[in-house]
């Protein structure tokens, strides 16, 4: 197919799952913009024949020209993880302003934007409180749209979550696990949650923002083992007190000023937050991927289960 589908944040999680899954369906002008150097070098390589351009959203520029003629704008940018407020503002709501402003300019008729389950959370933490503010901006913009708000993701390119958590298991000697590790998560597949984006740009959900949460629900303690079962990992789990976990988050954030798990997301890990499940497989006609059998797909593929994305 000759449609341009543009895509921001493409380098992350998502859109390193997207674009192998666009491909499969026939799209061929794809537009991938990040500015993470080394994330998008990967794409790059992974899919060299796509337009890939290393850009920072948070500033106007030459890059809005590439919204010319699109037919959807996928908007997956987003400040995850850190301790820097202003990284959070510039990269989830700055950026924001300015893919919208170049949305409307060039006329792209609709725009899938991927907001957080984090935005119905208890949670007050600079990535919930600017993840809002983006949410808002989409929604009154002018732009024909669909807002998702997945729950924790996880699969290939996984470097943030339990692709981060694989890795630390095969590193160290114990794997410690905070208090009893009973939290519930209601994980999504991240090739699910992308065939609802393909789904989107095909049938154009307009107007409407849609929980797409995992079905399954899983506790953390659980989400670890069956990692260690796919994996293979020799590594003992045990489990550390909550206040000594805290320390250790803490202490460890002195020393690295973008750490992939801070004291801000322990505490959502145990905030109890309990997401609306829907009928998202009837309603976009995806089929849905069971747990243990997404976990064996993410850290068995062949090729993309060995690729690790830069923090």
């Known amino acids: 197919m000759s449609r341009r589908i543009v895509i921001t944040g493409a380098a992350g999680l998502v859109g390193q799952n997207l674009i192998p899954r666009l491909r499969a369906e026939g799209f061929e002008d794809i537009v991938a913009l990040d500015k993470h150097r080394a994330n998008l070098a990967i794409l790059r390589e ?92 989409v929604e009154e913009s002018s732009v024909p749209h669909v807002i998702l708000r997945p729950t924790l993701m996880y699969g290939w390119f996984d470097r943030k979550h339990l692709g981060w958590l694989s890795r630390f298991m095969r590193r160290t000697p114990v794997f410690p696990i905070p208090g009893d590790g009973r939290y519930m998560r209601q994980p999504l597949y991240a090739g699910d949650f992308c065939n609802i984006i393909a789904s989107c740009i095909e049938r154009r959900f307009s107007g409407a923002t849609y929980n797409i949460s995992g079905l399954e629900k899983v ?53 109890h937050d309990e997401f609306e499940v829907i009928d998202w497989p009837g309603i976009f006609g ?22 690790v994305l830069e923090f």
């Open 286 to 307: 995806v089929a849905p991927t069971p747990f243990a059998e997404a976990i064996a797909e993410t850290f068995t593929h062949p090729a993309y289960s060995r690729v």
């Open 46 to 137: 992974l899919h060299p024949d796509i337009t890939a351009e290393c850009v920072d959203l948070a500033d106007p520029g030459e890059w809005r020209s590439y919204f010319s003629g699109a037919e959807a704008v996928v908007m997956l940018q987003a400040q995850i993880g850190g301790n820097d407020y202003e990284a959070f503002v510039r990269n989830n709501v700055d950026s924001t302003r300015n893919v919208l402003a170049a949305v409307e300019t060039h006329q792209v008729p609709y725009l899938v934007h991927v907001s957080s389950s984090v935005v119905e959370s208890v949670a007050n933490d600079f990535y919930t409180n600017t993840k809002k503010e983006q949410e808002r901006l």
């Open 219 to 271: 506790d953390y303690i659980d989400m670890i083992r069956e990692i260690k079962r796919a994996t293979a990992a020799k590594t003992p789990i045990v489990s550390i007190p909550y206040h000594a976990f805290y320390v250790l988050l803490w202490a460890y954030a002195l020393l690295d000023h973008d750490p992939p798990f801070t004291t801000q997301q322990l505490a959502a890990l145990v905030a």
